[in-house]
Nanobody
């Protein structure tokens, strides 16, 4: 059984920073690509960032240059460092595991798997 537990959300002013953590249980972590998604009220859940088991990363255009995804395989933890936060970043953030990587030419994309964390609220005030 895989469990994902997020932490690190909160209230921050625009321009501030937060770091989200996702601790994973089970042996899936070291071989699994991971992703961070977010869902704002009235909107669909969307991929924010993904990282392969080898550490290659990909970001949504809206967060490029501001967010950084990383992982510590020894701690079974994936992080999302969020800098220069904007009010439009306000959402519930979810960790995802067990997804797949599809390679297209020299690029790749992540399709979410079946394992989700409980979500952590991030609120950015203007």
């Amino acid at each position: 059984q895989v469990q994902l537990v997020e932490s690190g959300g909160g209230l921050v002013q625009a321009g501030g920073s937060l770091r989200l953590s996702c601790a994973a249980s089970g042996s899936i972590f070291s071989i699994s690509a991971m992703g961070w998604y977010r869902q704002a009220p009235g909107k669909q859940r969307g991929l924010v960032a993904a990282i392969t088991s080898g550490g290659s990363t990909k970001y949504a255009d809206s967060v490029k240059g501001r967010f950084t995804i990383s992982r510590d395989n020894a701690k079974n933890t994936v992080y999302l460092q969020m800098n220069s936060l904007k009010p439009e970043d306000t959402a519930v953030y979810y960790c995802n595991a067990g997804g797949s990587i599809t390679y297209v030419s020299t690029s790749w994309y992540y399709t979410g798997g079946n394992y989700w964390g409980q979500g952590t609220q991030v609120t950015v005030s203007s």
